[in-house]
Nanobody, 117 residues
């Protein structure tokens, strides 16, 4: 299984980005429809942290730091997950990854989000 995150970039504070994560190497619908899928963030000099998760039934959960700001979703048929990030702040800067919760696949390269003040 390979996890490929994309959609990052440089954005000014207050802007928005939409990240995507595609899982390849597995049957359609098998990755994100079973168990919990999450988005993780690794800020410069910090440990990787879970910022959003979505359960198989569609229930979502967020870290306090992004609650009301980020929205996680998925397309099971396409083995694709999404993270809509609004009202971005400089502290949202980091490399974003997707994986199961807890992480069970090899980490992909992630996608870099840089928020300028």
């Amino acid at each position: 299984v390979q996890l490929q995150a994309s959609g990052g970039g440089l954005v000014q504070a207050g802007g928005s980005l939409r990240l995507s994560c595609v899982a390849s190497g597995v049957a359609s619908g098998s990755i994100f429809s079973n168990g919990v899928m999450g988005w993780y963030r690794q800020a410069p000099g910090k440990q990787r942290e879970l910022v959003a998760r979505i359960y198989s039934g569609g229930l979502t959960g967020y870290a306090d730091s992004v609650k009301g700001q980020f929205t996680i979703s998925r397309d099971n048929a396409k083995n694709t997950g999404f993270l809509q990030m609004n009202s971005l702040k400089p502290e949202d800067t980091g490399v974003y990854y997707c994986n199961k919760v807890p992480p069970s696949f090899a980490w992909g390269q992630g996608t870099l989000v840089t928020v300028s003040s």
